[in-house]
């Protein structure tokens, strides 16, 4: 054991895991991250951590990560004993390891005034160690109880709600409408941001714990009702997803050449894996916009790069977000300002304060050419929040041979179980109570179907909390862990989506 550093956030500067160089990268579908780190190193990192007396970390996580604790035991070298207390409160670790934007160094005490701990590094090293040293394997029940448990979507939502349940003894299903377990996990992040084989090995762990998938099996066909929900299982978890895309239903919509993100990204990911693509979307030597500035979009530029894009540009409505903090934006909340992603990196061009209006076919060939956009002048008030926008430069063309939206989503595909009588908001999400029922007696929902579209780490801790619900639903009582979501966040955070 090393020697504890009470004042090493004083002495050692903040060093996560980085990125390999992008000029490599962008010729492979390896992993973006680099495959190799220093032991010594995230020890260290380790020793950044303060140990606060209020840990805002573990309010800034929604599972309520125990971070202290598994910081320091990792700079003292203890790796055993720090995955199982990861572990305790995150089923999946390497999912938000590697996918979180991590809200919990947002919250950081450090991040007040300096760099905060590389809390997501330190958590990715800590799982990434306990795979290769075999530390992780099945846990079955010791007894079953005889209930069973149906769950629609397996997502990370789906599969925390299916693990916690099928520990507490219940015979969980899970009904997957695509070729493979994993939902957006496999199909919508792109192999070199989260390789699919930390998806697959966590699914062979629930299979070999007990867990049932079916796959290829849409709840709500005609060779799957939904009706079996309620007649064949003792409850059923709705973890189906935030699936629908926000439209832009401008003049030239219906041009070939303009698409969802989704279908570009999960056509990419199946063609790697092998599978059959009906109409594959292709960015090879293309002019490609990107609308939207999220992850969705990022991952959109990274694969257009990778396919051999002419030019790829993202363009994002909003203004460009300010180098520091706004007043009207303090810590702990998480900073709104600007940062590159690590698309941007690898090449891209990016426009802010950009309004599409049309897109178009100048050529006349069906196939969209140009985007026609205004360029907006947005107000902002003495804290720094917007009130308004006029247009700074009208009617600018840009060139587009591939227009991929990607400007976020609404609430799950509701219409398959509208007939069970579930009940939908206008956006289309599940109405639940505070228990993640819906309207239906013994039915729930978890996750993006019933908040909208979230972060990977609200779906975990959903899917914990709605498997606690549905234990107790059935046997009137529940010893599994409840998240660190108060019964209210999730309504908090729904309202403000």
């Given at each position: ?11 050692i500067p903040r060093m996560p895991i980085g990125y390999r160089d ?476």
């Amino acid at each position: 054991m090393s020697e504890r550093h009470p004042d090493g956030y004083r002495k050692i500067p903040r060093m996560p895991i980085g990125y390999r160089d992008p000029r490599a990268r962008v010729r492979d579908s390896e992993e973006v991250w680099l495959p190799v780190w220093s032991e010594q190193q995230l020890r260290g990192q380790g020793q950044r951590c303060m140990d606060c007396g209020v840990p805002m970390c573990m309010a800034g996580c929604p599972l309520g990560n125990i971070i202290p604790d598994w910081n320091d035991l990792v700079s003292r070298g203890d790796w055993r004993r720090a995955i199982d207390r990861l572990h305790a409160t995150n089923n999946f670790p390497e999912f938000t390891g590697y996918t979180c934007p991590a809200p919990c160094e947002s919250s950081c005490t450090l991040a007040f005034t300096d760099q905060p701990v590389a809390i997501k590094s330190i958590e990715r090293a800590i799982i990434d160690k306990a795979w290769d040293e075999g530390w992780i394997q099945p846990q079955p029940p010791r007894e079953r109880s005889g209930r069973t448990v149906a769950v629609v979507g397996s997502g990370p939502a789906g599969l925390a709600a299916a693990q916690q349940l099928n520990r507490a003894g219940h015979r969980v299903t899970v009904f997957e409408a695509d070729d493979h377990p994993g939902g957006l996990l496999t199909y919508g992040i792109p192999e070199f941001k989260f390789a699919r084989s930390r998806v697959q090995r966590r699914i062979d762990q629930l299979v070999a714990e007990g867990v049932e998938f079916r796959t290829g099996a849409a709840v709500g066909s005609t060779d799957l009702p939904s009706r079996m929900l309620v007649d064949d299982f003792d409850a059923a978890c709705l973890a189906l997803g935030a699936q629908n895309p926000i439209d832009l239903p401008f003049p030239g919509r219906e041009l070939a050449g303009v698409h969802f993100a989704m279908p570009f990204l999960t056509g990419e990911n199946r063609a790697r894996n092998g599978e059959s693509v009906d109409a594959p979307i292709s960015a090879r030597g293309k002019s490609v916009v990107v609308l939207g500035g999220g992850d969705t979009g990022a991952d959109c530029v990274a694969t257009a790069i990778r396919h051999g894009a002419e030019q790829v540009v993202q363009i994002e409505l909003l203004p460009r977000p300010p180098e520091r903090r706004r007043p009207s934006n303090p810590w702990p909340e998480h900073p709104q300002v600007y940062k590159r992603s690590y698309a941007q990196h690898e090449g891209a061009a990016e426009e802010f304060a950009i309004s599409t209006k049309a897109f178009l076919d100048q050529d006349g060939d069906g196939r969209v050419d140009h985007i026609l956009a205004d360029r907006l002048d947005w107000a902002t008030d003495e804290g720094g929040n917007r009130t308004g926008s006029t247009i700074a430069e009208s009617d600018l063309l840009i060139r587009a041979d591939l227009v991929l939206l990607a400007i976020g989503f609404r609430g799950p595909r509701a219409d398959p179980f509208q007939e069970l009588g579930v009940e939908s908001d206008d956006w289309g999400r599940f109405v639940v109570d505070q228990d993640l029922m819906t309207s239906v007696h013994g039915i729930f929902a978890a996750g993006d179907a019933h908040l909208g579209p979230s972060l990977v780490v609200w779906a975990i801790a959903e899917g914990r909390d709605v498997a606690r619900s549905i234990d107790r639903f059935l046997t009137g009582r529940t010893s599994l862990p409840r998240s660190a979501r108060s019964p209210n966040a999730a309504f908090a955070l729904r309202s403000a989506l």
